[in-house]
């Protein structure tokens, strides 16, 4: 089975910096998600690691480190509508792909 | 390109009626399909997913079922539903031919059970 754990909330101002981090444990490793809801829609995908080390894609980027099993997204220059629920996914030794409960982050101006 | 679509995007059952949701992908063959559920305040619980026609791989034994009938068509379905049933019901697919793929979600279809 799976066991994914990140915060449940977070708070930051309009133009900051957030990190959300993501442990896990799971049996077998195929690939770390990172998704994004907004409240009452499906979520969608945000970013990809499967080897150790930061992917970069604007002003969000995932890091992963497989043997700390840890990841954490990083959201940079806030803006209002990054208000929203990440979720970290991973896809285990069967390639199926369990979540965390997600964090949600609230972004003030 | 692909899409994926499912409905009802709302309903409102009483409690042991039965339910049949319903999600399409368009755009690609052969797709691996999923059933999520996310209770409020929740993550997102798989609950079912299939590799293939016919072929369904149940994660949580509980009243619900699924089937696939085509290959770009999964179905959710309960013959008597239960209060805890309620949630946001998630359609997904990814991928057949790429196990790194990542998956794409239909809109949601949000039960509650009454």
């Known amino acids: 089975g799976q066991n994914i754990d990140q915060p449940t909330e977070m708070t930051a101002t309009e133009g900051a910096i957030v990190q959300i981090n993501c442990t896990y444990q799971?049996?077998?490793?195929?690939?770390l998600f990172w998704y994004q809801q907004h409240a009452g829609e499906a979520p969608t995908f945000l970013s990809y690691?499967?080897?150790?080390g930061l992917e970069e894609k604007g002003r969000f980027s995932s890091f992963l480190s497989r043997s700390k099993g840890y990841s954490y997204l990083l959201l940079k220059e806030l803006q209002m509508k990054d208000s929203a629920s990440y979720l970290c996914?991973?896809?285990?030794?069967?390639?199926?792909?369990?979540f965390g409960a997600g964090t949600t982050v609230t972004v003030r101006a | 390109s692909q899409t994926i679509h499912q409905w009802p995007a709302t309903l409102v059952q009483p409690v042991g009626s039965p339910l049949s949701l319903e999600c399409t992908v368009e755009?690609?063959?052969?797709?691996?399909l999923y059933w999520y559920r996310q209770a409020a305040g929740r993550g997102l619980q798989l609950l079912f997913y299939?590799?293939?026609?016919?072929?369904i791989s149940s994660e949580v034994p509980q009243n619900l079922s699924a089937s696939r009938p085509q290959d770009r068509q999964f179905i959710l379905s309960s013959k008597k539903l239960l209060l805890s049933d309620s949630g946001f019901y998630l359609c997904?697919?990814?991928?057949?031919?790429?196990?790194?793929?990542?998956?794409?979600f239909g809109e949601g279809s949000r039960l509650t059970v009454l």
């Open positions: 997904a697919w990814s991928a057949g031919t790429s196990h790194t793929g990542e998956l794409f």
């Open positions: 799971t049996s077998g490793f195929n690939g």
């Open positions: 690691n499967v080897l150790d």
């Open positions: 996914a991973v896809r285990d030794g069967d390639y199926k792909l369990s």
């Open positions: 755009g690609t063959s052969n797709p691996n």
């Open positions: 299939s590799v293939g026609i016919g072929q």
